[in-house]
């Protein structure tokens, strides 16, 4: 098995589309590259910690590999907002690819020149490649939030997926 964490917003709208996919074994919500242990979800959203809302992706990569978790993570994102993502605003949901050696950093910086060089946006992309750093795990009720809470959840993912049907779905038909 191995490890992968992304930042793109708030954690609900990042579970799903991993861990809906093959040879993903768990999807866990949480927070890193902050300078605070075991946060909570209060003091995360005060900003002064430093952290960033994630998720922890434990897969193999003998049925998905690392630049398919990446290819994913782009479509789920706007890369070209650094400020945070659809209608979550602020440092702690800025997007982030969190390596964890640097192979992935690599990988993870190939796809984001791969991004740029599509023209499938006309912004600069943003979204920045930094090492990995301690994953808190969120408290127990934002796991599998989208499993949970499906109406709140379908309703604080309308805007982003409006934004990945408007620029991914040529890609995915």
């Given amino acids: 098995m191995e490890r992968a964490i992304f930042a793109g917003g708030c954690f609900w709208c990042m579970v799903q589309p991993f ?9 866990t919500s ?25 998720v922890e992706i434990i897969f193999d990569p003998e049925i998905i590999s690392y630049e398919e978790l990446l290819q994913i993570y782009w479509q789920q994102t706007d890369p070209t907002d650094a400020f945070g993502q659809f209608q979550d605003r602020g440092d702690n949901y ?4 969190f390596y964890l050696n640097e192979e992935q950093k690599i990988k993870a910086e190939k ?5 740029a060089d599509s023209g499938v946006f006309s912004e600069p992309i943003v ?11 969120a408290e127990s009720y934002h796991q599998d ?13 309308q ?5 990945i049907k408007e620029h991914w779905e040529e890609f995915n038909a």
């Fill in 145 to 157: 939030y989208y499993k949970k809470h499906p109406q709140n959840f379908a309703l604080n993912h």
């Fill in 159 to 163: 805007r982003r997926a409006e934004f």
């Fill in 30 to 54: 949480g927070y890193t590259g902050g300078h605070v242990e075991n946060p909570t979800y209060e003091q995360v959203l005060t900003h002064t910690t430093g952290h960033t809302e994630a």
């Fill in 127 to 137: 979204t920045t490649i930094e090492p990995a750093q301690p994953f808190y795990e």
């Fill in 94 to 97: 800025r997007p982030v690819i």
């Fill in 111 to 115: 796809s984001r020149q791969a991004l």
């Fill in 19 to 27: 861990d809906e996919q093959p040879g993903i074994y768990t999807v």
